[in-house]
């Protein structure tokens, strides 16, 4: 039996009873970072024989570990914090096993999605996890872009190094669009602020540390006082927006000359951009 264990985010005392009793019954522990797990396991008064399992030696691990699951032993996998699986190697055991046809239980735990999404007070009906937003600047626009156009409530990882960065490039792409920066969810230090791209970046102390989730509203009413409705068919701009657009001039461009001919908020017209742009 394979077992699927969220571990906590940052306070240990999140671990849950039924994630306790399977890392006791276990005969193995599969671990992102063995020193991380090692810790924990120490800290809930745990000895287990431990396994290294991450992205670079996933591949060489896997044939041995799925020979010791049909040989019946009980592998519990454990990731650095949270559901294993979710942006870390874990998915890829978890694939594996199922395509063995072996059992795979994946119990409930901590998870830093969910906490910052309900943390930041935007919609919860509808949301899309981003992962981690793209290093390359070109990546990163791209990405953006897609969360201006986007109607639900978008979550992504950042490290704190870039998130300065990210937020700067947020604020050229989504305007008063209203964020929230969670970090060091659940530890002693968390901290989530809430506001537009550029009054957070102004906020950031020179060194950011810590674990960061952002999460950002969904395009439409409530989203930030640039938020806007698709222009009306058949007007003007959005004619000429069209019209940029089929020629294949880059959404910015195009944003950029609506905005200087029409004279409405280069915020607003970058937004109407990718809102056509999306339906083309």
């Known amino acids: 039996m394979l077992s699927v264990c969220p571990t906590p985010i940052g306070n240990l005392g999140d671990i849950t009873l039924r994630v306790l009793e399977t890392l006791a019954a276990a005969d193995l522990v599969a671990a992102e970072d063995t020193r991380r797990a090692r810790k924990l396991l120490s800290h809930l008064q745990i000895s287990?024989?431990?396994?290294?399992?991450?992205?670079?030696?996933?591949?060489?691990?896997?044939?041995?570990?799925?020979?010791?699951?049909?040989?019946?032993?009980?592998?519990?996998?454990?990731?650095?914090?949270?559901?294993?699986?979710?942006?870390?190697?874990?998915?890829?055991?978890?694939?594996?096993?199922?395509?063995?046809?072996?059992?795979?239980?994946?119990?409930?735990?901590?998870?830093?999605i969910e906490t910052a999404l309900v943390s930041s007070g935007f919609a919860t009906d509808s949301f899309t996890f981003l992962g981690y937003v793209p290093r390359k600047k070109g990546d990163r626009e791209k990405t953006l872009e897609a969360v201006a156009a986007e109607p639900r409530t978008c979550i992504a990882f950042e490290s704190p190094h870039r998130l300065k960065t990210t937020l700067r490039a947020a604020d050229a792409v989504l305007g008063d669009r209203q964020i929230a920066v969670c970090r060091e969810i659940t530890k002693k230090f968390e901290e989530i602020t809430r506001g537009s791209a550029a009054a957070l970046a102004a906020g950031l102390p020179e060194r950011v540390r810590g674990e960061i989730v952002l999460?950002?509203?969904?395009?439409?009413?409530?989203?930030?006082?640039?938020?806007?409705?698709?222009?009306?068919?058949?007007?003007?701009?959005?004619?000429?927006?069209?019209?940029?657009?089929?020629?294949?001039?880059?959404?910015?461009?195009?944003?950029?000359?609506?905005?200087a001919l029409s004279g409405m908020p280069r915020n607003q017209a970058y937004q109407e951009t990718l809102m056509i742009k999306k339906k083309m």
């Not at 996998?77 to 559901?83: F, H, I, P, Q, T």
């Open 48 to 112: 287990k024989p431990l396994v290294s399992f991450y992205e670079h030696n996933e591949l060489r691990r896997l044939p041995r570990l799925i020979e010791k699951l049909r040989a019946g032993d009980r592998i519990a996998l454990v990731s650095d914090a949270g559901m294993p699986g979710i942006c870390d190697p874990g998915y890829r055991l978890v694939k594996a096993a199922l395509d063995a046809g072996l059992p795979v239980e994946v119990l409930p735990g901590p998870s830093a």
């Open 215 to 259: 999460v950002f509203a969904g395009a439409g009413p409530g989203a930030g006082a640039t938020a806007v409705s698709a222009p009306a068919a058949g007007t003007d701009v959005e004619q000429a927006l069209r019209q940029m657009l089929a020629a294949g001039l880059p959404a910015r461009q195009t944003a950029d000359l609506a905005a």
